[in-house]
Each structure stands twice: as structure tokens, then as C-alpha cells.
């Protein structure tokens, strides 16, 4: 079964600006350096044709990651979200009751999760187990180590 991403409307059009970008100017910078790589000769001990061929494998590999993102894509209608309960695009105050610590989450699609800015994918054990929930319910979540008791302090739209 094929993935289903939550995204904004602006994250959507970010992505087709970067596809955009890669199919041209990307392609044409990588074909230019196979090129060049090829005019030094014998392929087969020639490390700057493995290299652009490499960037050309990862690059085809993001372009293929883009255009499946965006066809997989549902586009978040962020004015209709209500704070009551937590939802993709929303942010949420929780204490994390296991590590005596107060996190502010923002849940995103997994394409744009982040975890260095706190931006915490809707399908991770985080982020699944606090969707639908409210002000003061408390969730636990599956950790490595046992268990995680997170209580939900605020939901709001950034």
C-alpha cells in the first residue's frame, strides 16, 4: 500500500520548485560533468566518471524521492485546523513525565520531519501517539528502553 503524505500547499510547491530545479539545471550540471570526466579517458581506473556517476545516481534518486512525495501528497488545509486535538501541522507543548523535560513538538508530514527542529513526522511513535489527542490526556509511547509518559500541556498553530 502506497504512503499518504499530510503537506502544506507551500512545502508542495517548495518540492516542485526543487524537482523543477533538479530535471534541469541539476541533469545538465551532472551530464557536463560525465562529460568532462570522460574526455580523461580509460573509464575503468577514471575516479571522477565514478564520482559523476555516483552524483548522477543520487541525484535521479532525489528526483524519483520528489516525485513520489508529491504524488502521494494530500494538501493540508492549515486555516481549517482547530487546536482542540492534535493534528498534522499543529505544535504541541508536552512533559515528558520519563525524562522530566517540557518539549514543544511541531508534527509534520515525513518528508519535511526534522527531528534537530523539534519537527516530529505524523507516522513516528511520537507523533502517532499524540495524533487525536487533547489538552491533558496523557500518552505513552514505546521507547527502546520501556515506556514514555507524555502529558500534552498546549496545541497550537505556529
Known amino acids: 500500500m502506497a504512503e499518504e503524505y499530510v503537506l502544506p500547499q507551500k ?4 518540492l516542485k520548485e526543487e524537482l523543477k530545479e533538479l530535471r534541469t539545471t541539476g ?3 551532472v551530464a557536463e560533468k560525465i562529460k568532462e570526466a570522460k574526455s580523461f579517458g580509460d573509464l575503468s581506473e577514471n575516479s571522477e566518471y565514478d564520482e559523476a556517476k555516483s ?19 494530500t494538501v493540508l488545509d ?9 493534528h498534522t ?8 513525565r520519563t525524562f522530566d523535560e517540557t518539549v514543544t513538538y511541531h508534527l509534520v508530514g515525513a518528508p519535511q520531519a526534522n527531528p534537530m527542529e523539534n519537527k516530529i513526522s505524523d507516522e513516528s511513535p511520537v507523533g502517532r501517539e499524540l495524533l487525536g489527542h487533547m489538552v491533558g490526556d496523557v500518552v505513552t509511547v514505546e521507547i527502546p528502553t520501556g515506556y514514555d509518559e507524555i502529558e500534552i500541556l498546549e496545541i497550537f498553530k505556529d
Not at 552524483?55 to 501528497?73: F, G, M, N
Not at 492549515?78 to 492534535?86: D, F, H, K
Open 55 to 73: 552524483d548522477q545516481a543520487k541525484l535521479e534518486a532525489r528526483i524519483a524521492e520528489i516525485e513520489y512525495t508529491i504524488s502521494h501528497a
Open 89 to 96: 501541522g499543529l505544535s504541541v507543548k508536552v512533559y515528558d
Open 11 to 14: 512545502v508542495i510547491e517548495q
Open 27 to 29: 541533469r545538465n550540471e
Open 78 to 86: 492549515e486555516s481549517a485546523l482547530s487546536t482542540e486535538r492534535v
